[in-house]
């Protein structure tokens, strides 16, 4: 999908809604563990577009796992991204301790 989107860039806020909402709606079976190492393979790639789904999926899986420690360090990480555009996204997500 991210080497899709590197070609077609006005699709990255859809899929950013459309994977967020999937999972947020628990719309099949999803595991949130499974995410989140997804989530780092998707982060280690340095794919601009790889890393902007991942932070959708990060999103979905920490409000399922209430923000637990393991979402919020890996939040940390996306706000501090070299990224503007990344590091905006992930400091507008408010996590349960917040």
């Known amino acids: 999908i991210a080497n899709c989107i590197s070609s077609q860039p006005y699709l990255l806020n ?3 809604n ?10 099949g079976h999803w595991n949130p563990e499974t995410i989140l190492e997804i989530v ?10 790889a890393q902007f789904i991942a932070l ?4 979905a ?7 637990s420690e ?3 360090h890996r939040l940390r990480l996306y706000r501090g991204h070299k990224c ?12 349960a301790i917040e």
Do not use: P, R
Request: charged share 20%; hydrophobic share 40%; with cysteine.
């Open 61 to 67: 899986t920490g409000t399922a796992l209430l923000w």
């Open 84 to 95: 503007i555009e990344l590091s905006t996204i992930a400091l507008d997500i408010w996590t």
């Open 18 to 27: 459309q994977a967020f909402q999937s999972l947020n709606t628990n719309k």
């Open 70 to 72: 393991e979402c919020v």
């Open 14 to 16: 859809k899929i950013y």
């Open 40 to 49: 780092d393979e998707m982060w280690h790639e340095g794919c601009y577009e």
């Open 56 to 59: 959708s999926l990060l999103e």
